[in-house]
């Protein structure tokens, strides 16, 4: 049976969500982007509303605690509403949520149990320190590309040396702990390559420049330097086994993160085309003069309908990604179809939102300018719009069949 209806608690969480972002985000937006930072008063607002904190994996100790039962989990759905609407607030707010960040789901697919509760739990915000965590995969010669790692981690002993560079690093600087993908030898391809968790203020890990970017201004993005840092044996994510030949854990793992954050991530593109949509909505039926031409009056409504079917779209592909993964269900090439779908969608419409208002658009008296530069970047990180085609096509040729799922990314 086919049910479109949101479950109570996840409607729950889409109108307190929505509420929050109209309330208490989008009146900071536009200072946010000029001061390269989001206020901490709104960030601790979001960590008092249950945003943030752990990401503990089904079934651990911190779930189990929290009473959780046998219907199917609503994580990814729930994530995904929530993160449109943050969005819809304000795009850069959802990367200073405190949290795990991209470092849960790298976890969640690759660490032993013991590792998710020890590197999830230092997430638990009950003791009011808001605390971040990273991903680090992308360095200056590759992106797409994910097996092209030159970061190196030699084994000495007990411990792992870690050597390298990592650029565009979301919340790289203040993250308490960073997932790094290394190579532990680069003849060994993909099977090569692991992740590795490295603590904040680890000697040899270093902050290098802040990058300075076209939107999500309020969104830290740095570079990263490896200089010998030395790790415990144990921060290898999926320990022992990850070593074991023909274990492409770190590579694998990193594929499988997308499973997750994809959906998410479209959802955030989702929610920005969904603000510049509403926006332009009111803008046009306070603005529009009654004496506007009637052609250009239907060019705009057919516009505004164009807007509004290609974000009902976008929504239910990322929700049926979502729901997908929830379930266990393989949804990589849905996941890829969303995040291909809802950002390029929510680009269009941010740009025709632009076009409709005029030079109004273009002013900085709208936030609807500040949009059109947000939006591009959820078509590039986790993944460009290229590379989900690229998924997209691998799969449906069929060459999964044939081939190592962790050759697909
Ligand atoms: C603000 C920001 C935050 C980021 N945060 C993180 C983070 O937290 N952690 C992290 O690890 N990385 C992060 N990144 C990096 C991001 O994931 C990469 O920029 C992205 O994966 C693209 O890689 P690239 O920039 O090297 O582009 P390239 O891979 O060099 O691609 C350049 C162009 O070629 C196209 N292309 C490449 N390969 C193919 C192909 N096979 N077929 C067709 N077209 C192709 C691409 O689509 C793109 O248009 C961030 C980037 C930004 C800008």
Redesign the pocket.
């Known amino acids: 049976m086919i049910d479109f209806e949101l479950s109570t608690p996840a409607r729950a969480i889409q109108g307190m969500t929505r509420q929050f972002a109209l309330g208490s985000i989008r009146p900071h937006a536009r200072q946010a982007d000029t001061d390269g930072e989001m206020p901490e008063s709104v960030i601790k607002n979001l960590a008092a509303i249950g945003m943030g904190g752990g990401s503990m994996p089904a079934g651990s100790k911190g779930e189990k605690e929290a009473g959780a039962d046998s219907k199917p989990r609503e994580n990814n759905l729930v994530a995904c509403i929530g993160a449109e609407n943050m969005a819809f607030g304000d795009p850069a707010v959802v990367m200073n949520i405190p949290g795990p960040g991209?470092a849960a789901p790298a976890i969640n697919a690759m660490g032993t149990e013991e590792q998710k509760e020890r590197w999830l739990g230092i997430f638990d915000i009950k003791d009011g320190q808001l605390r971040y965590g990273?991903?680090?995969?992308?360095e200056a010669h590759?992106?797409?590309?994910t097996s092209q790692i030159a970061t190196t981690a030699k084994r000495d002993g007990d411990e792992w040396i870690l050597n390298g560079h990592?650029i565009?690093?979301?919340n790289?600087a203040r993250a308490d702990i960073v997932v790094v993908f290394a190579t532990i030898d680069k003849s060994m391809g993909r099977e090569g390559i692991k992740a590795f968790v490295v603590e904040k203020g680890t000697p040899g890990f270093t902050v290098g420049k802040i990058?300075e970017?076209l939107g999500?201004k309020a969104?830290e993005?740095a570079e990263l330097v490896l200089d010998d840092v030395r790790v415990p044996m144990d921060h290898l994510l999926g320990g022992e086994d990850a070593l074991k030949p023909a274990v492409k854990a770190g590579f694998v793992g990193a594929m499988k993160t997308f499973d997750s954050s994809r959906p998410m991530v479209a959802a955030l593109g989702l929610g920005i085309g969904q603000a510049a949509f509403e926006y332009v909505t009111d803008w046009v039926a306070r603005e529009m003069p009654s004496g506007y031409p009637f052609r250009k009056r239907t060019d705009v409504a057919l516009t505004l309908a164009d807007m509004e079917r290609e974000l009902k779209a976008s929504r239910y592909m990322v929700w049926k990604s979502a729901w997908m993964a929830d379930r266990g269900i393989p949804n990589t090439k849905e996941a890829s179809m969303a995040k291909a779908y809802a950002p390029k969608a929510a680009y269009d419409v941010c740009a025709k939102a632009v076009e409709i208002m005029g030079p109004e658009g273009y002013s900085k008296e709208h936030l609807v300018e500040k949009w059109y530069r947000d939006i591009k970047?959820y078509d590039?990180?986790?993944?460009?719009?290229?590379?989900q085609r690229?998924v997209i096509s691998r799969r449906i040729m069929g060459y999964l069949d044939k081939e190592d799922p962790a050759k697909i990314n």
């Open positions: 991209l990273a991903y680090a995969y992308t590759f992106g797409s590309d990592k565009f690093c979301t790289g990058e970017k999500i969104s993005t970047i590039i990180f986790e993944g460009t719009g290229q590379i690229v």
